[in-house]
């Protein structure tokens, strides 16, 4: 009992996503656009959460104002370019790889190829401790003399 109790509670706490009846647009085609913007757009408010998934009055604007541009005929590109151009590249949940954005998305790879090619010149570097030297016949005798005493 208690199991299923748990999953039922588990299959109810799924995201609700926040978009209210009065939102959505009558046309089928430009409300599925609408909502496929705003699960890339971040709620500036909430942070890491789309405007789609976010209850702030923010996000409700945002979500109104890709609707407002959708119906005035605007592509997708011109909607986004246009909310960019309002509130900075933070609003995009992936953000282009561009300008500067373009440094954040290359400093990653670049500075775990720098690790890795320090890490490998120092291990080749490291010489392994010498072996000793061999013994000349006069030490040998003198070491087995030792030995016998």
Do not use: H
């Not at 913007?37 to 890491?48: D, H």
Request: aromatic share 4%.
């Amino acid at each position: 009992m208690r199991v299923l109790m748990l999953t039922i509670a588990l299959a109810i706490a799924t995201p609700a996503l926040a978009v209210q009846p009065n939102e959505i647009l009558d046309d089928p085609a430009l409300e599925e656009r609408a909502r496929e913007m705003s699960k890339n757009l971040r709620c500036l408010v909430c942070r890491n959460e789309s405007i789609d998934e976010s209850d702030a009055e923010l996000a409700r604007d945002l979500r109104l104002l890709v609707r407002e541009r959708l119906v005035a005929g605007d592509t997708n590109d011109e909607t986004i370019d246009f909310i960019v151009a309002r509130y900075g590249e933070y609003v995009l949940l992936t953000p282009r790889a561009t300008g500067s954005t373009l440094i954040l998305w290359i400093a990653g790879p670049a500075m775990f190829l720098a690790a890795f090619g320090i890490a490998a010149v120092y291990i080749r570097r490291r010489r392994p401790e010498a072996a000793p030297d061999t013994l000349s016949d006069a030490e040998k005798s003198r070491l087995s003399q030792l030995m016998d005493d």
